[in-house]
């Protein structure tokens, strides 16, 4: 209740309030500043209404002077929370500018302020907004309103207590210069120190990293006659790319013996035919002889292996055929 009549008196307070309406032709007027009468809400409501009932009627041009020099400079309203002043300058300004319809529209819209604060609200409205604002506070939107956790507050006093220590430590710095001047150097050297530091550790690591040994080449597992027996197993089974495949490195580990490849595995069959092709320095010049097999050994691993075209007896026979020109007895 106290709320809304301070929102009342907020509202009216730059226009002010009305006085009571005499008759139409009121006597004598008296000056605003003689009188303050005091009105209950009740009493007050009902004064509005019957000044709002003589404005309605049209008073003329002298009523209206007198009507504004009847008026008090402000009307008290007593209520139950204390009494309350409510200036009728605004309604004033209205009679002199002889607005009848605007001063009547004043006095109702106070008369319905007054009326409505007057209103108690019930207790069951009451609790039925406590529960749709709890309703409301329930939902996903509001779940990280809350109040600060233990870790939380532990934190925010932790950081606090940091911030005093460096503010008494620096400003105790403050009035020792050269203290001041020796600790910042200090932190200098530390810096470019730790920096130093990191950089020298990361050149070591490099260099022991590029100091490692080459890794030995990658030696075959199998002979080119362990190669062949594989590949024999694999006719036996009806599975002819493999047969195939086992074929071309009987074919590789027999150049490997005779000299013309390395021994090392990490290359591409394309990498192997290239070497034959052209040697490289102080490797073993190949011959026609070993170029033309594993030219036709390598197309068809290509094909059967790679490309998955499927493989058939006869492209196994030929790879046969190939390893016999390579030097590779089959019996």
């Known amino acids: 209740m106290l709320r809304r009549f301070l929102l009342l008196f907020i509202l009216v307070a730059p226009f002010g309030s ?6 139409e032709e009121l006597p004598a007027s008296k000056t605003a500043s003689l009188a303050n009468p005091s009105y209950d809400q009740g009493s007050f409501v009902a004064e509005l209404h019957r000044i709002s009932e003589l404005l309605k009627d049209k008073p003329s041009r002298n009523a209206m002077a007198a009507l504004r020099d009847s008026l008090p400079k402000r009307w008290t309203v007593s209520t139950s929370e204390g009494s309350f002043f409510i200036s009728t300058e605004p309604l004033r300004n209205q009679l002199t500018a002889l607005s009848s ?38 939902r996903p939107a509001f779940a990280g309103v809350r109040p600060p956790s233990a870790w939380e507050l532990f934190k925010q006093r932790l950081a606090m207590w940091l911030g005093r220590l460096l503010l008494r430590l620096f400003g105790g710095i ?4 050269l203290g001041g001047q020796i600790l910042f150097w200090l932190l200098v050297v530390v810096a470019v120190g730790v920096v130093a530091m990191w950089v020298l550790r990361f050149f070591a690591k490099r260099d022991r990293v590029n100091a490692l040994a080459a890794s030995a080449p990658v030696i075959a597992v199998r002979t080119w ?4 027996r594989a590949a024999r197993e694999a006719e ?11 074929a071309y490195w009987a074919g590789i580990a027999r ?3 005779l000299g013309v490849l390395p021994k090392d595995r990490t290359k ?18 190949s011959s026609r002889a070993h ?6 050994l390598t197309t068809e691993l290509e094909k059967v292996w790679y490309a998955n075209r499927g493989a058939s007896p006869e492209a196994f026979r030929e790879s046969l055929r190939h390893l016999e020109a390579l030097g590779c007895p089959l019996e």
Request: charged share 25%; aromatic share 8%.
């Open 18 to 23: 009305l006085p009571a309406f005499g008759q």
């Open 101 to 138: 319809d605007k001063a009547q529209a004043w006095v109702n819209h106070l008369a319905e302020e007054v009326e409505y604060s007057t209103q108690t609200v019930p207790s069951s409205s009451s609790s039925q907004a406590r529960g749709e604002l709890e309703r409301i506070l329930m």
């Open 174 to 177: 403050a009035r020792y210069p």
């Open 225 to 228: 006659q362990e190669w062949i």
């Open 236 to 246: 036996g089974q009806g599975n002819y790319r493999e047969a195939v495949h086992s």
């Open 255 to 257: 150049l490997e013996d």
């Open 268 to 285: 591409t069959p394309r990498e192997y035919l290239r070497l034959v092709v052209e040697p490289a320095a102080g490797e073993l010049r």
């Open 291 to 296: 170029r033309e097999p594993l030219t036709a």
